[in-house]
């Protein structure tokens, strides 16, 4: 396997890296990415290819079902390159993509309380706000159905809890930060796309904003 991985390098190396070397001298100065994603660590969801996101255009962040803690979490390796993203990189754009066939959703939607046992619950738990709202929303679903209804909304939860940072709440408010979500469904290759109507329709309670700019790609 590893010789495979060492000739598709080489392959990089000969047919990316030496044709554009300018491009690359400049990224080894310095990167000012202008997105951050954040997207799910399961092997078939590969922004960099599904999207054709190139060296240096995007910061990358893969953790268990694309979530975003709220700041009321406490640190986290997510919180973590939120920070530097946003106030190191000065990053425009955040895409926070879900995915068809989350295992992470599937374990969050399959969890019975919020005693968790193991470090996959522990994390997704995170997302139970999203699991409750799909529960309250389609309960007459299977459970095949009401994951697939949870992995956008666990997206949307994330876009939510994304302004509880105060950095990032502020940059939002002054149109120096875009956050958007995204959907990538691998079974039928669509992806699609919103963002939050942060202007128009303020936060529910307090807490929550609504959507809009849904666009649907295929």
């Known amino acids: 396997m590893f010789d495979e991985i060492r000739q598709r390098f080489l392959e990089f190396k000969s047919n990316k890296f030496l044709k554009e ?130 992995e956008k909304e666990s997206v949307t939860q994330s876009l939510n809890n994304l302004l509880t940072y105060p950095w990032i709440k502020e940059r939002v408010e002054d149109g120096l930060l875009s956050i958007s979500g995204g959907y990538y469904d691998f079974i039928h290759c669509t992806f699609e796309k919103w963002s939050l109507d942060i202007e128009g329709s303020g936060a529910t309670g307090g807490k929550r904003y609504s959507t809009k700019d849904h666009q649907f790609w295929r």
């Open 21 to 150: 070397a300018a491009h690359f001298q400049n990224l080894a100065r310095a990167q000012s990415p202008k997105f951050l994603v954040i997207a799910c660590v399961d092997s078939r969801v590969c922004p960099t290819n599904v999207l054709g996101l190139q060296p240096g255009e995007a910061f990358m962040v893969r953790n268990v079902a694309n979530l975003v803690p709220a700041i009321e979490f406490g640190p986290s390796e997510t919180g973590a390159a939120l920070e530097f993203a946003v106030k190191s990189l000065e990053v425009e754009n955040i895409l926070v993509i879900g995915h068809s066939r989350c295992a992470g959703i599937e374990a969050l939607m399959g969890m019975q309380d919020s005693n968790t046992g193991n470090y996959v619950e522990r994390w997704v738990v995170n997302g139970k706000a999203a699991k409750l709202r799909t529960e309250a929303a389609a309960p007459h679903l299977s459970f095949d159905q009401q994951c697939t209804h949870c």
